[in-house]
């Protein structure tokens, strides 16, 4: 038997001897049973396996792959604070770089760091991409889309033969543009007001619809922007109000653009 504790005999180990079986126990491992048959034949069977501990560390994870993250998809006003967070980006980030608006040609980045802000003067389709950076100098990136609307809202008078006009700024591609006239209640019938959009290139102006209504109407114009995206790509689009009869005609006007 003793040629058998001499190689079972290593580290830490324990080895009892029963009748034609040793019982073999390593730090870190339940029982391995070893069974003599002859003298010449050994049979091993492992009873429990073994358990990782602190004398045999092996819990090194694997680094989440680099993936940016920049949040949904996010619809605001002309002027609000828009607020992307990037922090649900994965791997091992050491920068996060923003680019507002791809069509602004800037691709150093507008913003750095996890949570940036920013405003959009006009309204439009806005794609926002996010690039990281981990400690190796891999990159990734993606992107999400801030969708920016427009809307105000005027009540005023007219007299005949004077006007009217409210501009509003809009890029290429926005959807439909609402304007909304209406007369208060009250107003005299003869009174008549007649509404135009315009859509703006340099000093150019395009009419895009008119019509005109008689007070206690409410008259509603829609244009789509597709109308005129070959002519105008973006620009100062006005709405205008001509008073055609009446004396101090008093009027409401909405004015909202948005996809």
């Not at 001499?6 to 034609?20: E, H, I, R, T």
């Not at 996010?130 to 809307?151: D, P, R």
């Not at 006009?165 to 107003?187: H, M």
Request: with cysteine; hydrophobic share 35%.
């Amino acid at each position: 038997m003793d040629k058998y504790s001499k190689s079972l005999l290593v580290d830490n180990a324990v080895l009892s001897l029963m009748p034609k079986e040793l019982r073999y126990r390593k730090e870190g491992c339940k029982f391995l049973k070893i069974l003599i048959l002859t003298a010449s034949l050994i049979s091993v069977s492992i009873i429990t396996g073994c358990t990782n501990n602190n004398n045999n560390p092996n819990t090194t994870k694997p680094e989440p792959p680099l993936r940016a993250i920049p949040g949904a998809d996010q619809t605001i006003l002309v002027g609000q604070t828009v607020t992307f967070d990037g922090r649900n980006s994965t791997g091992n980030i050491v920068e996060y770089i923003w680019d507002f608006d791809k069509s602004d040609g800037i691709n150093v980045g507008d913003a750095k760091g996890p949570v940036v802000s920013h405003k959009y003067d006009r309204c439009g389709e806005y794609r926002v991409t996010l690039t990281v950076v981990n400690s190796k100098g891999e990159k990734a990136s993606s992107y999400c889309y801030v969708f920016v609307n427009y809307f105000q809202e005027h009540s005023s008078m007219l007299t005949m033969g004077s006007n009217a006009t409210y501009s509003f700024p809009v890029l290429d591609g926005i959807a439909s543009i609402y304007v909304k006239l209406q007369y208060p209640s009250g107003a005299a019938n003869q009174n008549r007001l007649n509404l135009n959009i315009f859509a703006a290139n340099d000093s150019e102006f395009y009419n895009s619809a008119s019509d005109q209504r008689e007070s206690g109407d409410t008259q509603t114009v829609e244009v789509k922007c597709s109308d005129f995206r070959m002519l105008v790509p973006h620009g100062d689009w006005k709405a205008q109000i001509s008073c055609i009869a009446g004396i101090n005609v008093n009027y409401n006007i909405t004015i909202e653009a948005k996809y």
